[in-house]
């Protein structure tokens, strides 16, 4: 992947105040994965931590050890990374923590305010190829392997080191939407926010937003960066450029995009969560349940739970997400919410590979999104990916374990357990489909290669051509012999164009351990696509449950907030990228 498609993210203590942001830092590295980058997490520690650990080494008087401080200070960053990287999991995104000597950022100076001499970008680099990458800011090594720091805001420093050196896209997220020409905080008149602006005005104007040895070391470097708030779509961009402002509308001034939700199970109640938790972004207008005991047990408001869909799709909503599953009632929600020309996300694979291209006919090409990345693999962006090699390389094979049920299966017969058991166990996970059948005899795999191939290859395969062998006729005892000879027993879903014939199949069997299949276990997913030029892209995440494919809806509901502002202010340019979207005509 070029260089070009790495990101630096960088989150400070004034967006991570404590555990509860992490979900938020979580949306945003997701948001720039799924688009294709290579994402490099740059964290300070939790708000307030750095300045408790500073009064606790002080205690024992004003002349500590330099060493013994930045030690005790480093672990404020080391316990943000390795909280972050938990949620990450949750979320079924892998990542990396480099520890500090492990990014070897070598200081020299002061110790408590070093210098940046050196780096081991190729450690970083290499990381960010297999997963998403995690490292303190702030911290740094000195010659002879003690810690030291890079003063206060430091972070900044870190995050503008490393895209620099590894010619990244950086962004430094912080509390507000970009620098403003006051303090907002501060001001009774809103300021206005620049849009872009000199390194010089930054220093004058930023330097309580932004580190100044920082910015120095980018004017010195020529190095572009953006300053920005979490999930906001907006930013300042700081470079060799003219002081200019934005004319958009305020965050806090801006309206929140109103969500209609049906269905409220284990994916739903994620999503509702989230979407709860960022009120100034989204409003719930609606929640469909048709057991509103169970939904008021499960902890959704009482007030919102409704028992009419269409009522809730026809009142004041902006989107409308279908998570109820089941093909008949949920097309007709689908239908309808498109003709009343509101957005739609759905995860609803089954529909969805049957009537993509009838659904799509009712999109009014100026208004409406219809939105379905979660169909298939969960957190795995793949219809994204899918559709970004469309455009760049032809893609020829598309190979992977799609289906997180039977993976998670074929993981309990290998261990030797009775296969109803490990039904029941998926099913209690919440990976299961409401009729695990589909799961088992893969067919839900063949849904989502119909979806793989129309983003791959733009053509169209039926559900009936796909051969399909899954778990249906399979014994135990071939899964215990896999395991004896080395072997992995899985289900593997593949799709080959051809000449323009697309053939495709669903086929349970024994990998070889070299076989980058044969390392995916549980409800893990993973997609290897092969492209014309030679080319092999390999995408991992979890394709199952609750976090998984929650984070996958939330994603696209967050990418028609960005439109919605991008509607609202015609001068501003998303990074939108090729996020799993069928937009009017252009799909
Ligand atoms: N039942 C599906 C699976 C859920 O197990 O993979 C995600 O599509």
Redo the contacts with the bound molecule.
């Keep these: 992947m070029s260089k070009e498609r790495t990101i630096v993210l960088k989150f400070g203590g004034s967006v991570l105040h404590g555990e509860a942001d992490l979900p938020l830092a979580v949306h945003e590295i997701y948001r720039y994965w799924r688009q294709g980058y290579r994402v490099l997490a740059v964290v300070s520690a939790f708000e307030g931590t750095t300045d408790e650990l500073l009064a606790r080494a002080e205690k024992y008087g004003p002349d500590g050890n330099d060493h013994a401080v930045a030690t005790l200070l480093a672990t404020g960053e080391a316990v943000t990374a390795a909280l972050l990287s938990s949620a990450l999991k949750r979320s079924g995104i892998h990542s990396k923590i480099l520890a500090p000597h492990q990014v070897g950022i070598l200081t020299e100076g002061d110790p408590l305010d070093g210098e940046i001499i050196d780096a081991n970008i190729a450690a970083v680099d290499r990381a960010l190829d297999g997963s998403i990458v995690i490292v303190s800011g702030f911290v740094g090594v000195n010659a002879d392997g003690d810690t030291t720091l890079l003063g206060r805001g430091g972070t900044d420093l870190t995050a503008l080191y490393l895209a620099n050196s590894l010619a990244a896209r950086c962004v430094l997220v912080k509390d507000v939407e970009g620098l403003f020409e006051t303090n907002p905080a501060l001001s009774t008149i809103r300021p206005r926010r620049f849009s872009t602006v000199s390194y010089k005005t930054t220093l004058e104007r930023g330097g309580e937003l932004v580190q100044p040895k920082a910015v120095e070391f980018a004017a010195k470097e020529k190095l572009d960066f953006e300053i920005a708030s979490l999930g906001s779509g907006v930013s300042t961009f700081v470079g060799d450029l003219e002081d200019s402002f934005a004319s958009d509308v305020a965050e806090e001034l801006r309206r929140p995009l109103k969500v209609a939700l049906l269905g409220c199970g284990v994916v739903g109640y994620g999503v509702y969560e989230r979407l709860r938790a960022m009120p100034q972004k989204f409003e719930i207008t609606g929640v469909v349940n048709l057991h509103r005991e169970r939904a008021i047990e499960r902890g959704i408001e009482p007030s919102l739970i409704r028992s009419d869909a269409v009522e809730l799709i026809e009142g004041d909503c902006d989107v409308v997400v279908e998570l109820i599953g089941g093909k008949f009632a949920a097309g007709q929600f689908i239908r309808h919410a498109l003709s009343k020309g509101k957005g739609v996300v759905s995860?609803n694979?089954a529909l969805i590979s049957e009537n993509d291209v009838s659904l799509l006919e009712l999109i009014d090409p100026r208004d409406v999104s219809f939105r379905y990345s979660?169909?298939?693999?969960?957190v795995l962006p793949a219809l994204e990916t899918a559709r970004r090699l469309a455009k760049t390389s032809q893609p020829t094979v598309i190979r992977g374990i799609?289906?997180?049920?039977?993976?998670?299966i074929c993981g309990r017969l290998e261990d030797g357990e009775d296969f109803y058991d490990s039904i029941k166990a998926?099913q209690d996970a919440g990976?299961?489909?409401a009729d695990?059948t589909?799961?088992i005899d893969g067919s839900?795999a063949a849904q989502?290669l119909v979806l793989l191939a129309r983003s791959a290859f733009g053509s169209d395969i039926a559900f009936d051509d796909i051969s399909r062998r899954g778990l249906e006729n399979a014994s135990g005892s071939e899964a215990l012999s896999a395991r004896e000879a080395g072997k992995s027993f899985r289900v593997v879903a593949e799709c080959r164009a051809d000449g323009g014939e697309v053939t495709a199949s669903v086929a349970a069997t024994s990998l070889d351990a070299l076989d980058p299949l044969a390392d995916i276990h549980g409800?893990e997913?993973i997609i290897v696509f092969e492209t014309e030029d030679g080319g092999r892209h390999v995408v991992r995440g979890r394709?199952?449950g609750r976090y998984a494919?929650a984070e996958a809806v939330l994603g696209d509901i967050f990418d028609i907030y960005y439109e919605t502002l991008e509607k609202d202010r015609p001068e501003y340019a998303p990074q939108l990228g090729e996020s799993c979207q069928a937009q009017g005509a252009t799909i």
């Design positions: 995860a694979k979660a169909a298939v693999g969960g799609i289906n997180g049920t039977s993976n998670f998926a990976f299961a489909e695990p589909l799961d839900d989502k409800a997913n394709g199952a494919t």
